[in-house]
């Protein structure tokens, strides 16, 4: 993939040592590594937060009364939606001449199971879209990989003619899959592995897992989906 910015961290495949950090006892014999520690990504999702807030807060100057609907793609996204929405919403307790105004959604997408993509990208919730219609809309999503996922989203969105639309990932995976999407809002460019841990998921394991952690094979197989 090649990348045209680098207002990002790039993340090395090489990682952690997982035995430096507490890993719940359930989970540590199913990663390899620990990718991005808890108190980086929580670092890094601050200054998203001060980076987004500031361009909404031009983009609102001159329609008093707007807000910014942030749309949370689920199931992946939820932490990352929450760490974000809370510091925004720090930044707004500072003045009150500087405080943007957001609003909460939420939208379904399902596009995995195990660790393969099967390209069928799912929607739920997308019979009520209608009520973007004129919107500035943030979309919040845990991690762009292909980027044929969210193409997908903004596909639908563009329909229902919202007023904008911005994307915040907290991860951009570096794929030779990927279509070439990037992101407006990008936390960490990661390297073409499997990742689990601050709810990226694994058939629904590690989404109570702090840290972002590379899966290895007996993860895989250990929570692989039976048929």
Known sequence: MSTKRQDWITV??????????????????TVSKVLIPAGLIDDRTEKLAYDIHQFYLKVLKDTPGESVLALCTLKGAYRFFGDLL?????????????SVPIKMDFIRLKSYENDESTGDVKVVGGDKLQRLKGKHVLVVEDIVDTGKTMLKLL?????VGPASVKVAALALKKTPKSVGYIPD???????????VGCAFDYNEHY??????CVI???????FKLKN
């Open 86 to 98: 809370k510091k925004i919403e720090k930044i707004n307790s500072y003045s009150p001449e500087n």
């Open 185 to 195: 809002y990008v936390g960490f460019e990661v390297p073409d592995l499997f990742i």
């Open 12 to 29: 090395d495949a090489e990682g952690y040592d997982k035995n430096l950090f507490n890993i719940p006892y359930h989970y540590k014999k």
């Open 216 to 222: 290895n094979d007996y993860g895989k197989e250990n």
């Open 207 to 212: 989404r109570d897992l702090n840290h972002v």
């Open 155 to 159: 596909e639908i969105l563009e329909q």
